[in-house]
T-cell receptor, first 112, second 113 residues
């Protein structure tokens, strides 16, 4: 079982560059999420998609955009990367109303 | 606004000892309290969870103690093993509402032989 797959695993960007983080799940989950993890800050929700065709802002959405491409895929885009976006990004999914989040293995992003 | 306060941020325990991580929450509407375990280079994974209608839940060596009146809950790892070395996150949310989840800042546990 692949579960939640994120690509790439590592990325280095220069300030102002753009990139898209990809996420796909094979568990037929309705809901998908993007989190960022920073030391001393825990996990913070960037955006989520409760179902295919819907997206909503989380706690820290500024500087990011998302696309729920279909039920399986949920991408996160940085239009103009900033050093403050250096972080580890996790995609997660769960079934509607589910009590367990399934996380991918993360993308470590450095913005220089 | 930190709705879930987790402590300590780091913890070193000898093999065989008891590891204790504490969390305190503010919103009395929260009704689901999970703990996630994260190994280096991996995503978090659900370890154990509790609802406020019980004061304790045990799964193997892992126990959650819950104090509703104090708005506190804690994770106890009995007979801690080096394989338990990981980062642990507490969380609080309304049932089915991971859109509104608040995670603690995490506790990095190191179990030394």
């Amino acid at each position: 079982n692949a579960g939640v797959t994120q690509t790439p695993k590592f990325q280095v960007l220069k300030t102002g560059q753009s990139m898209t983080l990809q996420c796909a799940q094979d568990m037929n989950h309705n809901s998908m999420y993007w989190y960022r993890q920073d030391p001393g800050m825990g996990l913070r929700l960037i955006y989520y998609s409760a179902s295919e065709g819907t997206t909503d802002k989380g706690e820290v959405p500024n500087g990011y955009n998302v696309s729920r491409l279909n039920k399986r895929e949920f991408s996160l885009r940085l239009e103009s990367a900033a050093p403050s976006q250096t972080s580890v990004y996790f995609c997660a999914s769960n079934r509607a109303g589910g009590e367990k989040l399934f996380f991918g293995s993360g993308t470590q992003l450095s913005v220089l | 606004q930190q709705q879930v306060k987790q402590s300590p941020q780091s913890l070193i325990v000898q093999k065989g000892g008891i590891s204790i991580i504490n969390c305190a929450y503010e919103n009395t509407a929260f009704d689901y309290f999970p703990w996630y375990q994260q190994f280096p280079g991996k995503g978090p994974a659900l370890l154990i969870a509790i609802r406020p209608d019980v004061s304790e839940k045990k799964e193997g060596r892992f126990t959650i103690s819950f104090n509703k009146s104090a708005k506190q809950f804690s994770l106890h790892i009995m007979d801690s093993q080096p394989g338990d070395s990981a980062t642990y996150f507490c969380a609080a949310l309304l049932s089915g509402g991971y859109q509104k989840v608040t995670f603690g800042i995490g506790t990095k546990l190191q179990v030394i032989p």
